[in-house]
């Protein structure tokens, strides 16, 4: 039942994660944003920072650990949010070469991957996760009918795990799809250099010459000498 326990808390937070994302962005682009990296309303990466500090306040519960003041709190959660996101996003950016966030704009950013000031953020959202959130989703968690709990946990991973394999293949794929436009996109721009060169080769200064020998105003003479010269000075180089 422990692991069931922290199974559900993990969905919770990561669709509250989700739902505070999406209104966030939202608000700041004044256009829709699913912040979500999968189909479904999660962020996984809430979802992780509340089982630790689930597990922290069990272990203050129990008394293995001392009650956490405001500023240990802020810290704790300081610190967990730049251990989870720069790896996260590392991660993500290897697999799949998108970046689902970026804070190269913020100041005091660590490769545009976490920030001091959206760290300070979490640590101040883990002061409001440990002394309300978690309490009261405590209290909606018994709640539950126990066959509930037995059964929801099961649900939930297999819905979970559909949605990240799906998530997964179609990235995937779309990452093949923009191997293959970038890969046509060169040999085409190769092709089309290539036959720029072979025409280049082919002018002749001689046949030039006899087309400006016909009738020409003097300035277009004087356009079509430097052209000539231009190049024999390509044919020269050559040579």
Wanted: glycine share 6%.
């Amino acid at each position: 039942m422990v692991i069931n326990r922290y199974i559900i808390f993990y969905f919770l937070f990561a669709l509250l994660g989700w739902v505070w994302e999406s209104i966030y962005c939202t608000s700041q682009s004044q256009k829709w944003q699913n912040r979500g990296f999968l189909y479904g309303p999660l962020c996984p990466i809430y979802g992780f920072g509340s089982i630790f500090a689930l597990f922290a306040y069990d272990l203050v519960n129990k008394g293995s650990l001392e009650k956490l003041s405001i500023p240990q709190i802020f810290i704790v959660g300081f610190i967990v949010s730049m251990v989870l996101e720069y790896p996260t996003s590392y991660i993500l950016e290897k697999l799949f070469h998108a970046r689902w966030w970026d804070y190269s704009d913020v100041p005091l950013n660590l490769n545009g991957r976490t920030s001091v000031p959206t760290s300070i953020g979490f640590g101040l959202a883990a002061i409001l996760v440990m002394d309300y959130l978690i309490p009261k989703a405590e209290s909606f968690y018994y709640l539950l009918p126990e066959i509930l709990i037995i059964i929801l946990p099961f649900i939930l991973i297999g819905i979970h795990s559909s949605d990240i394999t799906l998530t997964v293949v179609n990235l995937t794929n779309f990452q093949k799809k923009l191997d293959e436009i970038e890969e046509n996109f060169q040999e085409k721009m190769t092709q089309r250099v290539d036959n720029f060169y072979k025409r280049k080769k082919s002018f002749n200064p001689k046949a030039i010459r006899r087309v400006v020998s016909f009738r020409m105003s003097k300035k277009r003479n004087q356009i079509a000498e430097k052209i000539i010269r231009g190049i024999e000075r390509i044919e020269d180089q050559r040579k």
